[in-house]
């Protein structure tokens, strides 16, 4: 390497453009920059490096391995760069801020409420921009640096990088509307289930794998779907006012009010699935006073939460009525 040569964050910065874009030529209109100036700049890193970083083809720039390396550290170093900046500004601001977080669609809203209640009376100068998706989406956009934190079900181990924050148990049962045929079974077997048609999620989401790896491990064929979207909350109004099947949060598939109709729990030992829900971080040694302030407000609120049935608790003890009827 040229050690003569003092390497400027410009310099990576043109570098992630070029190789983002796989194009000299786009990349230049993102960063409005002259053709050759680019070039020049991207010489600069090749020649102090004495490596090459990017293949020419008629496609555009390809990475060659020691460019795939350095990108990996230039968007480390971004990330770095940025936390910092936030960390300085963070001194001053003290617990205002700003929070990026994603939100499963199976988070129980009366949770959520709670925490908002009590996150913005304390905390009137911080603002929170939340993105509501499931882990699919989410976790990458989480270990990318484009969200802070991701609440949602926790799976057995954390991926490489994040670390998990539990806060309450839940769990997955299989419901019905309240008016249909099997309710008033004390048990029901997969093999009638498998008969029945249901409203699914889609393939890549955890529970339609896990439904489709009990029928399997049971010599069935997989849930039939009558029909299938990513929202959760579309899956549960289809079947409360069908004969449709879902597999589906008890907190969520039991709440009523605002046009919702409770759903029934179905007594299917099979398919019941205690889950832990939590946040979710990434492994740094810096969060924001304002991030840790949110983990802060959601660990208040969740042990309420963290009995059985602990969100419909609450809301029987401020007089509403219960909203998950599960036989046994």
């Known amino acids: 390497m040229n050690i003569g040569y003092v390497m400027e964050l410009r310099d990576l910065e043109y570098f992630v453009a070029v190789a983002e874009h796989g194009h000299l030529g786009r990349a230049a209109e993102f960063l409005r920059l002259s053709q050759p100036a680019l070039s020049k700049s991207l010489g600069r890193l090749e020649g102090a490096m004495q490596v090459k970083l990017f293949r020419r083809n008629a496609r555009g720039m390809e990475l060659t391995a020691e460019g795939s390396l350095l990108l990996l550290r230039a968007r480390e170093l971004r990330q770095s760069v940025r936390n910092v900046a936030r960390e300085v500004s963070d001194v001053s601001r003290g617990h205002a801020g700003h929070?990026?977080?994603?939100?499963?669609?199976?988070?129980?809203?009366?949770?959520l409420r709670a925490v908002f209640t009590e996150l913005f009376r304390d905390e009137p100068r911080l603002t929170l921009k939340m993105f509501v998706s499931d882990g699919d989406e989410t976790t990458?956009?989480?270990?990318?640096?484009?969200?802070?934190?991701?609440?949602?079900?926790?799976?057995?181990?954390?991926?490489?990088?994040?670390?998990?924050?539990p806060l309450y148990e839940d769990e997955w049962v299989v419901c019905c509307a309240p008016n249909h045929r099997l309710v008033g079974r004390s048990h029901v077997p997969l093999s009638e289930l498998s008969k029945e048609r249901w409203a699914l999620g889609e393939p890549v989401?955890?529970?339609?794998?896990?439904l489709h790896?009990?029928?399997?491990?049971?010599?069935?064929?997989?849930?039939?779907?009558?029909?299938?979207?990513?929202?959760?909350?579309?899956?549960?109004?289809?079947?409360?006012?069908?004969?449709?099947?879902?597999?589906?949060?008890?907190?969520?598939?039991?709440?009523?009010g605002a046009g919702h109709i409770a759903l029934h729990a179905l007594p299917v030992r099979e398919l019941h699935w205690p889950r832990c829900m939590g946040a979710i971080c990434r492994k740094e040694p810096y969060m924001?006073?304002?991030?840790?302030?949110?983990?802060?407000?959601?660990?208040?609120?969740?042990?309420?939460?963290?009995?059985a049935g602990g969100v419909r608790e609450r809301s029987r003890r401020n007089g509403s009525r219960p909203q998950l009827r599960r036989e046994v």
């Open 140 to 165: 990458p956009a989480l270990i990318g640096g484009e969200l802070d934190l991701f609440i949602n079900f926790l799976n057995p181990a954390p991926p490489a990088g994040l670390v998990y924050i």
């Open 288 to 307: 924001s006073p304002a991030v840790r302030r949110f983990i802060e407000v959601l660990k208040r609120v969740a042990p309420s939460a963290r009995d």
């Open 213 to 256: 790896e009990v029928f399997r491990d049971d010599g069935l064929e997989p849930p039939r779907g009558a029909f299938e979207t990513r929202s959760l909350s579309l899956r549960i109004q289809a079947v409360a006012s069908s004969d449709l099947l879902v597999y589906a949060s008890k907190a969520i598939a039991g709440r009523s």
């Open 99 to 111: 929070i990026r977080a994603g939100v499963s669609p199976a988070v129980d809203d009366q949770f």
């Open 205 to 210: 989401l955890a529970p339609r794998q896990r």
